[in-house]
């Protein structure tokens, strides 16, 4: 009798959980800290520090950190230890990892989310990962010191940056082999793409702006150079600690505006898409080195791993809304809707 | 129990540590103090800066070497991996062996040593000229 009554409660309780646990899913950014072996968790959009995915779990120079879109899994790619670490949002523990064979550094995922790809600085290799069986599908050559790699809006592509080899590798995901070489003046640092996935935006090591690639041509059709704002332009030195003019390019997800990081001089600019043009500069922390965006494109997050913080822009008004301290040697960030554990 | 020998070998190293301190102090060298002796226990590493310069100080079986903690590959500061017992670099993953020699690349050079003494408890470094000024960049 009891059991009948109680039936249709269970029931509905059941019906009830998942949205229960969605509506306890919320928009965060991670943020990978390279020297304290750790992952800053900042709610967005309170722009909070609420929690820390500790060096016990992370440790070992995190590199690189992607989010499935679910939000579900993060991929952190390790210097160290040369191996990639799958973590779980909800519980915020190690699922699993793999050795890749050599030090991995900018991550993508394919579309379908079944494969990983790992480019290996030291190794000039593309390793594609199954992120199922975790087992290492295919190692394919693409050029001295493969450093970042952005899937294509088409799916089709995944390309790779190549810091020293002066050029980009576009790999065909299907075949898992390298379509095309695309030519650059000197080392390829961050870059993204257009949306009809015709131009390449790459920021190279030693210039002080950004060039544009036709990539049917593979050629540099346009340069722009970053303001100086005043100053005298910044040369890339040793003695200086730097060997990078400018570190972290972020498009926005309508393709509108290109968000481009002057390292060396502390701080960001917007410039509008197709025509460039500046239509903002944003003073940052020190040595601003990756940009990403929330979900809803209102916010634009940049780490600055010489002051260990993060600057947190309002895209609308051009300003840092806030800096918030994290921990030490921000670099790599990634934006995930999670359910995190209580 | 401490042996006579040990005692000896103790008394002549504070004796050689004095002379050295003594030695630079008269050359006109400035000695700045950049750890205690208790921050770097035997088989670890203690990070420090000095002005805007990045330091690192190892101490293998009691002996204690620093380093210009700056990657010879891109200029990172450098971190301490307490498992493998390596100088790594958070940038591209180079690292360095506790005499600063290069194993793990891309960094091909080795890291800059630094004069240190101890003394009182304490590791001095003899600066170098033009280092410890605020960089401006």
């Not at chain 1, 030519?183 to 702006?209: C, M, T, W």
């Not at chain 1, 100053?231 to 570190?247: D, E, F, I, M, T």
């Not at chain 1, 043009?277 to 922390?285: A, E, F, S, Y």
């Not at chain 2, 950049?34 to 002005?51: F, N, W």
Request: glycine share 8%; charged share 20%; hydrophobic share 40%.
């Amino acid at each position: 009798m009891l059991t009948r009554r109680l039936f249709p409660i269970a029931a509905l309780a059941l019906l009830a959980a998942p949205s229960a646990l969605a509506a306890q899913a919320k928009e965060y950014l991670y943020l990978a800290n390279t020297l304290g072996g750790d992952v800053s968790i900042i709610a967005i959009p309170e722009h909070k520090v609420v929690g820390t995915v500790p060096a016990t779990v992370v440790g070992n120079s995190p590199d690189d950190v992607i989010s499935t879109r679910e939000g579900d899994v993060l991929y952190i790619s390790r210097l160290d230890t040369k191996d990639v670490i799958a973590v779980s949002t909800t519980t915020e523990k190690a699922l699993w990892h793999v050795d890749v064979g050599g030090t991995p550094n900018h991550l993508a995922l394919s579309r379908d989310q079944r494969h990983l790809f790992v480019p290996l600085y030291d190794k000039g290799e593309l390793v594609v990962v199954d992120t199922k069986t975790h087992a290492i599908l295919k190692r394919i050559t693409v050029g001295t010191s493969a450093h970042g790699t952005i899937l294509g809006p088409s799916g089709k592509y995944v390309y790779v940056g190549l810091m020293e080899g002066n050029q980009l590798a576009q790999v065909d995901v299907a075949t898992n082999t390298v379509k095309r070489v695309i030519h650059a003046p000197e080392g390829v640092r961050p870059f993204q793409l257009s949306p009809d996935e015709k131009l390449i935006y790459a920021q190279l090591s030693k210039l002080n702006g950004f060039v544009v690639i036709d990539i049917a041509r593979d050629s540099v059709i346009k340069t722009i150079s970053m303001p100086t704002m005043g100053g005298p332009a910044p040369k890339p030195s040793l003695a200086l600690s730097h060997w990078v003019v400018n570190h972290g390019l972020g498009m926005t997800s309508d393709g509108k505006y290109l968000v481009a990081n002057a390292s060396l001089s502390g701080f960001t600019a917007i410039y509008s898409v197709p025509d460039l043009k500046l239509v903002g500069t944003i003073p940052v922390g020190k040595e601003p080195n990756w940009v990403v965006f929330s979900r809803d494109g209102k916010y634009v997050y940049v780490s600055n791993r010489r002051d260990n913080t993060l600057s947190v822009i309002s895209m609308a008004d051009r300003k840092e809304v806030t800096r918030l301290k994290v921990g030490e040697f921000p670099q790599r960030m990634a934006v995930a809707t999670a359910v995190r554990p209580r | 129990m401490t042996s006579r020998r040990d005692t000896l070998k103790v008394l002549f190293l504070s004796v050689l540590a004095a002379c050295d301190s003594a030695i630079a102090r008269l050359r006109g060298e400035r000695l700045v103090p950049i750890a205690r002796l208790d921050q770097v226990p035997r088989g670890s590493a203690y990070r420090t800066t000095h002005g805007d310069d990045p330091l690192i100080l190892v101490n293998v079986d009691g002996k204690i070497t620093t380093f210009l903690a700056v990657c010879t590959h891109e200029g990172c500061p450098l971190g301490w991996n307490p498992t493998q017992h390596l100088i790594r670099c958070p940038c591209h993953g180079s690292a360095f062996d506790t005499t600063g020699k290069v194993v793990n690349g891309p960094a091909r050079l080795p890291l800059t040593p630094l004069r240190t003494i101890t003394e009182r408890g304490e590791v001095l470094l003899v600066e170098p000229r033009g280092m410890g000024r605020e960089a401006g960049a």
